[in-house]
């Protein structure tokens, strides 16, 4: 996963663009990812960890109706984080991630099922994730496939 993170962080270098992280499910997983690459600090401008209902209001300016209405574990909620992100944080790109790792489901969702959104300058992108695995397998299974929609994203 640390080349794909490097890859990452190289493309926003060359593009002269930042990133900024909104997690759930992922916990601090996927901004670890980035910063375990020398040099992260050019392009990485933060992270808020919103692993509750009320942080993700609180911190990221989500509304309690949007949650309520589509769930924790949602597309909207996902894109919702991220444009969250970027605007607290002031970066070019923002990701987020809101899931179940299980064992129990959330909010209604399946364990496994992950929400991935991508929101940047003049373009935004969700992307679902169904895993299968232990808790920490699901996670590292979020970090993963965020890193690729991004990198995805920023070769496109």
């Excluded at 900024?20 to 050019?42: F, Y």
């Amino acid at each position: 996963m640390s080349d794909l993170a490097a890859k990452v962080i190289d493309l926003l270098r060359e593009r002269s663009e930042s990133i900024s992280c909104a997690e759930s499910i992922t916990g601090g997983a996927l901004t670890s990812a980035l910063v375990s690459i020398s040099g992260a600090s050019d392009v990485l401008l933060g992270s808020i960890v919103a692993y509750s209902k009320e942080m993700k209001i609180n911190q990221l300016g989500l509304s309690a109706e949007l949650i309520d209405e589509k769930g924790l574990v949602s597309k909207e909620v996902a894109l919702e984080m991220a444009r969250g992100a970027r605007q607290k944080l002031g970066s070019s790109w923002a990701i987020s991630s809101t899931g179940s790792a299980g064992p129990r489901a959330l909010d209604g969702s399946s364990p496994g099922e992950i929400w991935i959104a991508i929101v940047g300058p003049d373009s935004q992108e969700s992307m679902k994730l169904s895993l299968n695995g232990a808790r920490q397998e699901v996670i590292s299974g979020a970090v993963e496939g965020a890193l690729t929609l991004l990198e995805r994203i920023l070769r496109a």
